[in-house]
């Protein structure tokens, strides 16, 4: 318990993803079966427990000190399980630390009031971490910035010589915690454990972004398909031996989030495709399926309001056949027969733009035809004998986003980064112009914020004008001077505009990043809310 | 009836004992001062006449210059020196180097000023030693049951596992410049660590100063010089103010730590961007609080800063009578 207590309290404060990387890696090279296993499937969300409610937590420490001192605690903690671990009077001659093991086994297998037995053995056992990393373990989620991708990344280290990653994802979902015949594989003594399991997800091949300089002269436009590029999710759709599963592209299976794309399911196969909204045939807003996404369950009346669909892409499998050894023109199209047989409005085909010069496809981009492509990303560039490969490998697909948009914005609080960037002011928040509703005075309104876009000199020369014009600090946050004359004006590029209740200018930017520094520019002359306003409505129009 | 309140009471300058004519630890000027250790809130310059123990008067005279006060008398622990009619004692705190409580005897009554203390081991100094009295006057800056300092050697450990661990990386410990990196380096070469440590230029006269006074702290280097890729691997010891200031970007990609009791509490380490909390303290956690005050048993418990509300509550529930004095100008939020 000590060490994975140790791993949690290290991954909540580390921002670094290749030091996320390195402290999992360690962990599970040093731990043993089966706690190694049990913490992995936690960290992956694998399992998950709901043994104590925070109020049975809550009285058992009150039992145990008085009230009052319990409440200050909590008053300046702010957060029940911390102050629990921390304050948790521990009565003495308690038993050995328990192991990771011994308590899932006890979670996974006692009812609620034995499990209510064992926590006050298990707290006066451990240590204030090891108590924090428990009543997390206990109350579900243990909420520490890790990824299920990142931890399956840092499985694929662990043995003498690093796996793909894909390997893993694709063994997955035919394996069990705690995993004993996974490590077995990735540390030389066993082989690998069989992936034939119906219905488990394949991992995906994803694009390279185009380098328009260099990718047109020396590409064929002959050897390459194009189709649309839709604003959804990625999904893998799974019909096998009677398992029905929907799988985001990193194998996060979402198929409970999404019971009417699973009923939709009837062909045996396996449909790559985009998850969207779509009514009457036509893709709906990213906001509208974010009314879908990251539900665990879902009524009827989302189902009603927000239908989700499949706009299809590519067929990895059709029946018993596994097609991804297959050249994409045939993939394709074994899809389109695959997809007239489904026959169900949930699922659709992505249509192919036919194009003959790479001068045409550009002219489609910067103004795509009437309808759907008009809401699209950009466009994909697949070789038409490409097979279908796991993770992103250089030439057979291409992604072709449609140029950003932009405004001019003017630089309004910036906040200290993390890590690497701690001692620099790296996270902006940026405004533009509008009318105060109650002074009628033009004044700046907050739109977005950004932390990348710039190079380590950019970064530089940022802060220091940050802290050469702050006007007041809350904490790692500054206020910077924002004035008609007197300012820093971004170009800020961003992939689409919502409509926000959250934000006090009722609009929120997808993806914002810092195109350009504007030195040059007097914030006076930046961009207008009612700018945004107009791009707004025209998306909205279409 | 002898109260108490006659023999010490608190003041705007600090806590005055009006029949030997002295303050201790005073945070203005004044013509008599007793200081009990040399952390600059109870340490200041500009007095008349100083008591304290020799190595507080030299941590003095290495920050303030020598004339930081009119005039100094030293008293080696345990030597009983007459104020008037008081006779003061200088007792181990084992809080830093040279830290005292100020034990102050008068018609009978003994009263404990404590000073800040911790109670457990400190390979820099004596440690604490408890004296029987009537009145204690103890410090609270970590009263709150949420406030249990792990084991030091735990910690340490967690560090040299992290180095360990990302080679590539510099260990950035921010640590409070008298006493707390002192303690850090001592902790250190206990656990077997022998390689140079580097040191922000702000600890290196009070580095030099525990030398003298028989504290080896090994091999250490200015962290001022050399590139980069000199310190991958290596650990920096600077204080709490620099690691998060430009002073920091000279470190490829630093592992920032942060030695302070206050690492206890998560968005404290969150809030301060520390990747690798060291809960190591100079003071008495809540355990060693109560422990003391438990082991003492005073017919009165006065509580000087930090949060005295939790501290006064616990003493009255297990039978000690408490009272909060309301010290102002010791840091409470400081840098530990």
Redesign the interface.
């Known amino acids: 318990m000590k060490a994975f207590a140790?791993l949690l309290d290290?991954l909540?404060?580390?921002?670094?993803r290749n030091?996320k990387l390195?402290?999992v890696r360690?962990y599970l090279r040093e731990t043993p079966d089966p706690d190694r296993g049990w913490a992995l499937a936690a960290l992956t969300g694998d399992i998950s427990f709901d043994a104590a409610k925070p109020a049975f937590i809550r009285k058992a420490v009150e039992e145990r000190?008085?009230p009052?001192?319990?409440r200050?605690?909590y008053d300046?903690?702010?957060?029940l399980a911390?102050?629990v671990a921390?304050?948790w009077?521990a009565r003495p001659g308690a038993n050995r630390e328990p192991d990771l093991s011994e308590v899932v086994d006890a979670l996974r297998g006692a009812t609620r009031p034995e499990v209510q037995r064992l926590i006050e053995g298990w707290l006066d056992a451990l240590?204030?971490t090891g108590r924090w990393a428990l009543l997390k373990l206990m109350t579900g989620g243990l909420r520490v910035g890790l990824t299920a991708r990142l931890a399956k990344r840092a499985v694929a280290d662990v043995g003498a010589e690093p796996v793909p990653v894909a390997e893993v994802e694709e063994l997955w979902h035919a394996l069990h915690a705690p995993y004993e015949d996974l490590f077995a594989w990735l540390e030389g003594r066993a082989d690998k454990p069989s992936s034939e399991n119906p219905g488990r997800f394949r991992p995906a091949m994803l694009a390279q972004a185009i380098d328009e300089a260099a990718d047109f002269a020396r590409l064929d436009p002959a050897d390459y398909a194009a189709e649309w590029k839709w604003d959804g999710i990625r999904v893998q759709a799974v019909n096998e031996a009677g398992v029905r599963r929907l799988y985001t592209r990193t194998g996060d299976d979402i198929s409970r989030t999404f019971p009417d794309i699973v009923d939709a399911l009837q062909a045996q196969g396996v449909i790559d495709g985009e998850l969207l909204v779509m009514r009457d045939g036509k893709v709906a807003s990213f906001a509208d399926l974010q009314q879908r996404l990251n539900r665990k369950t879902v009524d009827a009346k989302a189902l009603a309001a927000f239908p989700a669909a499949i706009r299809a892409y590519d067929l990895l499998a059709e029946g018993p056949d596994d097609t991804r050894v297959l050249p994409f023109a045939e993939r394709r199209k074994r899809l389109e027969a695959f997809i007239a047989r489904e026959g169900s409005p949930r699922i659709d085909l992505s249509p192919m733009q036919p194009f003959a010069t790479w001068a045409e496809l550009a002219a489609l981009r910067a103004d795509p035809p009437a309808g759907d492509p008009q809401v699209a990303e950009g466009l994909m560039l697949k070789r038409w004998d490409s097979i279908y490969e796991a993770g992103r490998p250089k030439g057979p697909w291409f992604k072709w986003k449609r140029d950003p948009l932009l405004i001019d914005a003017v630089l309004m609080y910036a906040q200290?980064?993390?890590?690497?960037r701690?001692?620099f002011y790296s996270d902006y928040t940026f405004g533009v112009w509008t009318d105060d509703a109650e002074t009628g005075k033009r004044v700046l309104t907050p739109v977005g914020k950004a932390y990348f876009g710039f190079t380590d000199e950019e970064l530089k020369q940022i802060d220091k004008h940050v802290r050469d014009n702050t006007v007041e600090r809350f904490?790692?946050v500054r206020s910077v001077r924002a004035e008609p004359h007197a300012g820093l004006v971004f170009e800020v590029a961003f992939e689409g505009l919502q409509r926000s209740t959250r934000h006090k200018s009722g609009v929120a930017m997808r993806f914002p990043r810092i195109s350009r520094i504007r030195w040059d520019k007097p914030p006076g002359e930046a961009d207008e809310l009612a700018t945004l306003e107009r791009m707004l409505a025209r998306m909205e129009a279409r | 009836m002898i109260r108490p309140q006659d023999l010490l009471c608190p003041r705007p300058e600090g806590l005055y004992c009006a029949p030997g004519d002295f303050y201790v630890d005073p945070v203005r000027p004044v013509a008599r001062a007793v200081i009990t250790h040399g952390h600059a809130d109870h340490a200041r310059a500009g007095h008349g006449a100083v008591l304290a123990t020799p190595q507080t008067l030299d941590i003095m005279a290495e920050r303030y210059g020598l004339d930081f006060a009119a005039s100094t008398q030293a008293a080696a622990y345990g030597e009983v020196v007459a104020r008037d009619d008081v006779d003061v004692t200088l007792v181990p705190a084992g809080h830093v180097l040279g830290s005292a409580q100020a034990v102050v005897r008068w018609k009978g009554l003994t009263m404990v000023v404590s000073g800040d203390y911790k109670r457990r081991r400190d390979p820099t100094c004596p440690a604490f030693e408890p004296v029987p009295c009537d009145v204690f006057i103890s410090e609270a800056t970590f009263g709150l049951p949420v406030f249990r300092h792990p084991a030091d050697r735990d910690e340490i450990a967690r560090l040299l596992r992290s180095v360990a661990q990302f080679p590539q990386r510099c260990h950035l410990v921010g640590a409070y410049a008298l006493g707390k990196a002192q303690r850090i380096i001592r902790l250190l070469r206990e656990a077997g660590s022998d390689q140079t440590i580097y040191v922000h230029g702000a600890l290196e006269r009070l580095n030099a100063l525990y030398g003298r006074h028989g504290i080896d702290l090994g091999p250490l280097a200015p962290a001022t010089t050399g590139k980069k890729g000199d310190f991958e691997g290596q650990i920096v010891i600077a204080p709490p103010s620099a690691t998060q200031d430009r002073w920091s970007r000279r470190f490829p990609d630093p592992v920032t730590a942060f030695a302070s009791g206050w690492m206890q509490v998560r968005a404290r380490a969150r809030q301060r961007g520390v990747e690798l909390p060291l809960v190591i303290s100079d003071h008495a956690d809540w355990d060693e609080l109560t422990a003391t005050i438990d082991e003492l048993r005073p017919g009165e418990l006065w509580i000087t800063h930090g949060r005295e509300e939790a501290l006064a509550r616990w003493a009255d529930l297990h039978g000690v009578p408490a009272r909060a004095l309301d010290l102002v100008g010791y840091e409470e939020e400081g840098d530990d």
């Open positions: 140790e290290r909540s404060l580390t921002g670094s030091a390195t402290l360690d000190m008085d009052q001192l319990f200050w605690s300046y903690v702010g957060d911390e102050t921390l304050v009077p240590q204030p200290r980064g993390h890590g690497k701690s001692s904490g790692p």
